[in-house]
T-cell receptor, first 116, second 115 residues
Framework: DAKTTQPNSMESNEEEPVHLPCNHS???????IHWYRQLPSQGPEYVIHGLTSNVNNRMASLAIAEDRKSSTLILHRATLRDAAVYYCILRDVRRGSGGGADGLTFGKGTHLIIQP | DSGVTQTPKHLITATGQRVTLRCSPRSGDLSVYWYQQSLDQGLQFLIQ???????AKGNILERFSAQQFPDLHSELNLSSLELGDSALYFCASSVAGAPSRETQYFGPGTRLLVL
């Protein structure tokens, strides 16, 4: 998998938007950008993924740069419950067709701290 | 609740022993993945099974093995345990459709402590 770079930690205030950046300068044309998060004492949880266009779901938005070398996960209104480690992961669309892909490669992620 | 269940929640054992961790995937999911999370190594992929067959291997030690049964539940066997095997072990499952759209659903984990 191509490498991603994220800040070690970020801090934000409750009820404010949070922008979590991810650099992936070696991304290939067949890589999807996935975000997972891990809340304290829990397993990782899927957040969102995209290829080229910006994506929205009930949890977050994903903004992808035009050259796809970076992306930003946007939490529109952070709550205390959003305090977690956020992982940006690239997944090659050519992997494991028909039988699922192999495992996710987690980096160190960004530790998001939410202040009340 | 992701729909993935893991037992036991906690396990304390001694060096040299063998343990078995169990995972039940979400209903309808054919793929099961095992991950290890330790303080120094972070989250690492160990092994994947798809519909009963081994699909992919990651950083799994030779002392560790896994299998997926006909009812799709999976077991991770850890033998000749060492202190360094103390970690959180997560199981995840996915439908195993197109990998680009694949979402993995993680269980709550089993915390293993080797004394």
């Amino acid at each position: 998998d191509a490498k991603t770079t994220q800040p070690n930690s970020m801090e934000s205030n409750e009820e404010e938007p949070v922008h979590l950046p991810c650099n992936h300068s070696t991304i290939s044309g067949t890589d999807y950008i996935h975000w997972y998060r891990q809340l304290p004492s829990q397993g990782p949880e899927y957040v969102i993924h995209g290829l080229t266009s910006n994506v929205n779901n009930r949890m977050a938005s994903l903004a992808i740069a035009e050259d796809r070398k970076s992306s930003t996960l946007i939490l529109h209104r952070a709550t205390l419950r959003d305090a977690a480690v956020y992982y940006c992961i690239l997944r090659d669309v050519r992997r494991g067709s028909g039988g699922g892909a192999d495992g996710l490669t987690f980096g160190k992620g960004t530790h998001l701290i939410i202040q009340p | 609740d992701s729909g993935v269940t893991q037992t036991p929640k906690h396990l304390i054992t001694a060096t040299g022993q063998r343990v078995t961790l169990r995972c039940s995937p979400r209903s309808g999911d054919l793929s099961v993945y095992w991950y290890q999370q330790s303080l120094d190594q972070g989250l690492q992929f160990l092994i994947q099974y798809y519909n009963g067959e081994e699909r992919a291997k990651g950083n799994i030690l030779e002392r560790f093995s896994a299998q997926q049964f006909p009812d799709l539940h999976s077991e991770l066997n850890l033998s000749s345990l060492e202190l360094g095997d103390s970690a959180l072990y997560f199981c995840a499952s996915s439908v195993a459709g197109a990998p680009s759209r694949e979402t993995q659903y993680f269980g709550p984990g089993t915390r293993l402590l080797v004394l």
